[in-house]
Structures are given as structure tokens and as C-alpha cells.
């Protein structure tokens, strides 16, 4: 069978499009996030050709779905954006390494000056002082909350004294705790603490994943994200996820279908 220039160029074409569209196989791309001071909130990395997005690890440590030509973008407040375009050489790496630089800028002194009006002039006749300079203490550990307060107060005697085995040899047993135990004090505040200790968690979770993801991701209302996870937290333990967002990023997901039929039958 002769085939004509034409017939020709429209067989090469098509073959140049399915040998195209073999190449744009799908691969894990495997890196390491390099910042200067350890990740505080996981960054992230947002595939703009796939119109899907991910999570790092806070070490810094990823793994995204990706084709050669996609453009990432790997995102985060306390550092500036930084785009890539994925090549084969750089799905050849076993360990893809980006640096991000960080965007914002803390001040380590506290200026104290009088405004004359004049820029130029305030600004050279600034005065600083460094905060260490002062000796002045520093708080390394939080206040207690109203909650921690009132627990110990409720399990404590005068003195702070509790109750012990040797409080019971020697006949110095502190009231206040067994009368708390008894009227239902102690259980009480038990509870507000686990409900107190879930708020924070899921609080945390939602922090971690970042409002947009939800809505975005997981097509979950902005009214509706706290409701869906503390749905999600009736049934698991969210604190076991909070130290790797890409396990909860994924149980978040596997959960939004779900939650939606939920809300749909309601």
C-alpha cells in the first residue's frame, strides 16, 4: 500500500502524539527541602500543570506524583516561592535538594526614639539597645492555663500537698482531693481537659493543612471545615498525625467523600 506525502506527515503526527503522551508517564519525585532553621509548618508543593497540591514533612522531606514539564511550586509563609521545572535529569536524582530562602526578616532590636518629622533625621539619630543587654528574665515555660490551675488546685491540699502513701502512714491526708474525687469535681475537670486536649488538636490539624487545602483539595465549605474535622477526630486519634502532615493531608482526603454523603443525607 502506497501512502501519499500527506498520509505520511498525518502518521507521523499521530505517532508524535502517542509517543508524547507515553512520555508523559507519571513518576515520584523524592527531595529534600533544604532552610537555614528548622521547618516550623510544612511547606507547600503545589504541581500548577496537575492542578494538585502536597505536603511536606517538617525535616523537610517530600514525595509528589509528577511528568516531565510539570512547573511545582514549593510554598510556605516564612519563605520565598521557589518554581521548578521538572526535567528527566532531575527525575534521574534519587535525592532532589531545593533551597528555600527565607522572606521574612525578625528584628533583634528594640529602637526607642522621638519622631521630629524629618525622616532622614530620625533615622540617623536613632538610639538601640539589645534585649539581653537588660538581664531581664525570661519566661522559658508557659503560664499554666485557667484549666491546669483549677486541676491542681482540686487534687492538691494546703501546701500543695497530695495525696501518697506516705501522707496516709503518717496521717497526713489532704481532704480537698478525696472530697473533689467524691462530688464529681475531679471527673469534671477530666473531661474539660479531653475536650480541651481534642479543640487543640484539631485546632492543630486544621493549622497544619491550611484552610485553602480544605476547601480547595477536599471540596469542603469554609463553614463546614471545623465540623468536618472533628468528624474526623470522633474516630482516630488525630495527635498520632500531627508529626507527618502527608499522613494527615491523606486521611483528611480519604475522609471528605464521606463527611460530604454525611452532611448530603442531613
Given at each position: 500500500?502506497n501512502l501519499?506525502?500527506?498520509?505520511l506527515i498525518?502518521?507521523?503526527?499521530v505517532?508524535?502524539?502517542?509517543?508524547?503522551?507515553?512520555?508523559?508517564?507519571?513518576?515520584?519525585l523524592?527531595g529534600?527541602i533544604i532552610?537555614?532553621e528548622?521547618?516550623?509548618?510544612?511547606?507547600?508543593?503545589i504541581?500548577i500543570?496537575?492542578?494538585?497540591g502536597g505536603?511536606?514533612?517538617?525535616?523537610?522531606?517530600f514525595?509528589?506524583?509528577?511528568?516531565v514539564?510539570?512547573?511545582l511550586?514549593?510554598?510556605s509563609?516564612?519563605?520565598?516561592?521557589?518554581?521548578?521545572?521538572?526535567?528527566?535529569?532531575i527525575?534521574?536524582?534519587?535525592?532532589?535538594r531545593?533551597?528555600?530562602?527565607?522572606?521574612?526578616?525578625?528584628l533583634e532590636?528594640?529602637?526607642l526614639?522621638?519622631?521630629s518629622g524629618?525622616?532622614?533625621?530620625?533615622i540617623?539619630?536613632?538610639?538601640?539597645?539589645?534585649?539581653?543587654?537588660?538581664n531581664?528574665?525570661?519566661?522559658r515555660?508557659?503560664?499554666?492555663?485557667?484549666?491546669?490551675?483549677?486541676?491542681?488546685?482540686?487534687?492538691?491540699?494546703?501546701?500543695?500537698?497530695?495525696?501518697?502513701?506516705?501522707?496516709?502512714?503518717?496521717g497526713?491526708i489532704?481532704?480537698?482531693?478525696?472530697?473533689?474525687?467524691?462530688?464529681?469535681?475531679?471527673?469534671e475537670?477530666?473531661k474539660?481537659?479531653?475536650n480541651?486536649?481534642?479543640?487543640f488538636?484539631v485546632?492543630?490539624?486544621?493549622?497544619?493543612?491550611?484552610?485553602?487545602?480544605?476547601?480547595?483539595?477536599?471540596?469542603?465549605?469554609e463553614?463546614?471545615i471545623?465540623?468536618?474535622?472533628?468528624?474526623c477526630a470522633e474516630?482516630?486519634?488525630?495527635e498520632?498525625?500531627?508529626?507527618?502532615?502527608?499522613?494527615?493531608y491523606?486521611?483528611?482526603?480519604?475522609?471528605?467523600?464521606?463527611?460530604k454523603a454525611l452532611?448530603?443525607?442531613?
Amino acid at each position: 500500500m502506497n501512502l501519499s506525502r500527506i498520509d505520511l506527515i498525518i502518521l507521523l503526527a499521530v505517532l508524535l502524539i502517542f509517543s508524547e503522551g507515553f512520555s508523559q508517564e507519571k513518576e515520584i519525585l523524592s527531595g529534600q527541602i533544604i532552610t537555614e532553621e528548622p521547618l516550623n509548618s510544612p511547606v507547600h508543593i503545589i504541581n500548577i500543570s496537575r492542578e494538585k497540591g502536597g505536603l511536606s514533612e517538617l525535616s523537610g522531606r517530600f514525595s509528589v506524583e509528577v511528568s516531565v514539564g510539570d512547573t511545582l511550586v514549593f510554598s510556605s509563609v516564612q519563605y520565598k516561592k521557589e518554581k521548578i521545572v521538572v526535567n528527566r535529569e532531575i527525575l534521574q536524582l534519587n535525592n532532589y535538594r531545593i533551597k528555600l530562602v527565607e522572606d521574612l526578616t525578625e528584628l533583634e532590636e528594640v529602637k526607642l526614639h522621638k519622631l521630629s518629622g524629618n525622616l532622614a533625621k530620625d533615622i540617623s539619630g536613632i538610639k538601640t539597645f539589645n534585649k539581653f543587654d537588660l538581664n531581664a528574665p525570661m519566661a522559658r515555660k508557659p503560664p499554666p492555663t485557667q484549666l491546669e490551675r483549677q486541676t491542681y488546685t482540686a487534687i492538691t491540699g494546703p501546701g500543695g500537698s497530695k495525696l501518697s502513701v506516705i501522707g496516709v502512714l503518717t496521717g497526713k491526708i489532704p481532704l480537698a482531693p478525696i472530697m473533689n474525687k467524691l462530688n464529681g469535681t475531679l471527673d469534671e475537670l477530666e473531661k474539660r481537659k479531653e475536650n480541651a486536649d481534642l479543640k487543640f488538636q484539631v485546632e492543630k490539624a486544621v493549622y497544619l493543612i491550611s484552610e485553602e487545602t480544605f476547601t480547595k483539595d477536599f471540596n469542603i465549605p469554609e463553614n463546614e471545615i471545623m465540623n468536618f474535622a472533628y468528624y474526623c477526630a470522633e474516630n482516630y486519634d488525630l495527635e498520632i498525625l500531627l508529626d507527618n502532615p502527608l499522613e494527615l493531608y491523606e486521611f483528611f482526603q480519604s475522609k471528605a467523600s464521606e463527611f460530604k454523603a454525611l452532611k448530603i443525607l442531613d
